[in-house]
């Protein structure tokens, strides 16, 4: 049996570092921990102890002709603002890279800015902006602004993943007579393919959880399941809201499980093989 290296001190301190993470923790988990529970109640209301297990709550949300439309007006504004936010994240985070310029970190600043800016100021800008182009009470305007709120986190993952890019494999590819659209496809983005597909990853997840936008942006038709939650919140307490959130929950568990798939799968690619 080894001795533990550490004097009394720093053992005092990690415990209370490991401590003070645990409780952090809980306190970020506990939420969930009651939400999820709620769901599967056969009660009315929110309440412990569970008086009995039940489905009823999920059948309520696939059956609802307000739930089930916002689940479906979330995923197709979701899917359409990511895949907007990929090719135009990529594109920007591939001009970054191959440039260099005097305002290359302002022209980076001004990209990620959406990741800074408070929400409601997006959206409050947004409004003014595109309310004389009536852009408003419309799919239109909110694809535009969730795939500003997208794009920065497709091009800080793809600058990340380019900073391990030899960029000799694109002049190789050229020596050898591809042109630059086929380098493109075949050498550069199956290497960088981790890192474009965790950014849509995220700016989904950024789309399909957004509410301040689409509460003044979107009209009736666009009512996403984050505003149809927070709507049952304010109007009527029911406990299909918990079954909403539990979906979310398991939704974003997935795409985080997704990611951290991703990010294996690129160390895994740019390991150097064992000797």
Known sequence: ????????????????????????LLFLVAPIAVI???????????HYPLPGFSLRWYADFFTSPFWLPALKNSLFLGSIA???????????????WRASFPLRGLVLGILISPMVV????????????????HLTDGF?????????????????TVLATLSGFDR???????????????????????AILPGVASG????????????????????????????Q??????????????AAATLLIALSTLLMASVGFLKRRAGAATRPPPE
């Open 1 to 24: 049996m080894t001795r533990d290296p550490r004097t009394i001190g720093q053992r005092v301190a990690a415990a209370l570092h490991a401590g003070v993470a645990y409780a952090v």
């Open 36 to 46: 999820v529970p709620l769901s599967f109640s056969s009660g009315s209301f929110f």
């Open 82 to 96: 990511a895949t907007l936010a990929t090719v135009l994240g990529t594109l920007a985070a591939i001009g970054l």
């Open 118 to 133: 408070p929400v409601v100021i997006v959206a409050v800008g947004a409004y003014f902006a595109f309310a004389p182009l």
């Open 140 to 156: 239109t305007g909110l694809i535009l602004v969730h795939t500003a709120l997208g794009a920065p986190f497709v091009v800080i």
């Open 168 to 190: 000799n494999l694109l002049r190789a590819a050229l020596v050898c007579g591809a042109t630059p659209v086929t380098a493109f496809w075949r050498v550069m983005l199956p």
């Open 200 to 227: 849509a990853i995220f700016a989904f997840a950024t789309s399909f959880d957004e509410v301040v936008v689409v509460l003044l942006m979107g009209g009736p038709e666009q009512r996403t399941l984050p505003r």
């Open 229 to 242: 939650m927070f709507a049952g919140i304010n109007d009527n307490i029911s406990l299909t809201i918990t």
